[in-house]
């Protein structure tokens, strides 16, 4: 069964004080890896895609890696504005065109000044 | 460039009444999806829909049903609600089908009594 786990379930970071968000996955075929941003009260935020191992995408204070196995959300000298829920996300190979995201349930990360 | 709306944004209803909720996605937007995010479980998917058709639907009960219009506005309807389904009800649109980056709307939050 596709399956996305997230660790940890919650993290407090104080404010520069980098860390890393891990996410594992097993899927039949992965199509795609995707991060979302999740603010209280409002829905996802797109961050990243990423579609092979070894690949790396970075935004800011965040940089998402990809292996085999697992990603990555790396987080470099966070800000308060940085707290929210960070969803990790795949699309395994179904065979067809689809948008249907497995997502995992989440790391809540709450950044202190 | 407007988000994508939903709604109404907040929802009381009973046990085994009937409700349909509302997605107005990004214009020039095609495909619009559903997902349920609950604390426990996290964000599941329900269907999707590309140019009026269903395209793919989760493990979720037949009560759960929706449709897309021609002007790619979409609803989704739970009929003979449960206490269960007391979530909040996400939709996201893109402009494709097929490892898109999803734009949510900040849902409708259900509590059913």
């Known amino acids: 069964e596709d399956q996305v786990t997230q660790s940890p379930e919650a993290l407090r970071l104080q404010e520069g004080e980098s860390s890393s968000l891990n996410c594992s996955y097993t899927?039949?075929?992965?199509?795609?890896l995707f991060w979302y941003r999740q603010d209280p009260g409002k829905g996802p935020e797109f961050l990243f895609t990423?579609?092979?191992a070894g690949e790396e995408k970075e935004k800011e204070r965040l940089k998402a890696t990809l292996t085999k196995k697992e990603s990555f959300l790396h987080i470099t000298a966070p800000k308060p504005e940085d707290s929210a829920t960070y969803l990790c996300?795949?699309?395994?190979?179904?065979?067809?065109?689809?948008?249907?995201?497995?997502f995992g349930t989440g790391t809540l990360l709450a950044v202190q000044p | 460039k407007a988000g994508v709306t939903q709604t109404p944004r907040y929802l009381i209803k009973t046990r085994g009444q009937q409700v349909t909720l509302s997605c107005s996605p990004i214009?020039?937007?095609?495909?619009v999806s559903w997902y349920q995010q609950t604390p426990g479980q996290g964000l599941q998917f329900l269907f999707e829909?590309?140019?009026?058709?269903?395209?793919n639907k989760g493990n979720f009960p037949g009560r759960f049903s929706g449709r897309q219009f021609s002007n790619s506005r979409s609803e989704m309807n739970v009929s003979t609600l449960e206490l269960g389904d007391s979530a909040l009800y996400l939709c996201?649109?893109?402009?494709?089908?097929?490892?898109?980056?999803?734009?949510f709307g900040s849902g409708t939050q259900l509590s059913v009594l």
């Open positions: 829909y590309f140019s009026e058709t269903q395209r």
């Open positions: 996300a795949v699309i395994p190979n179904y065979g067809g065109a689809t948008n249907k995201l497995i």
């Open positions: 990423l579609y092979s």
């Open positions: 214009s020039g937007h095609r495909s």
């Open positions: 899927v039949s075929g992965l199509r795609g």
């Open positions: 996201a649109s893109s402009l494709g089908h097929g490892m898109e980056k999803l734009f």
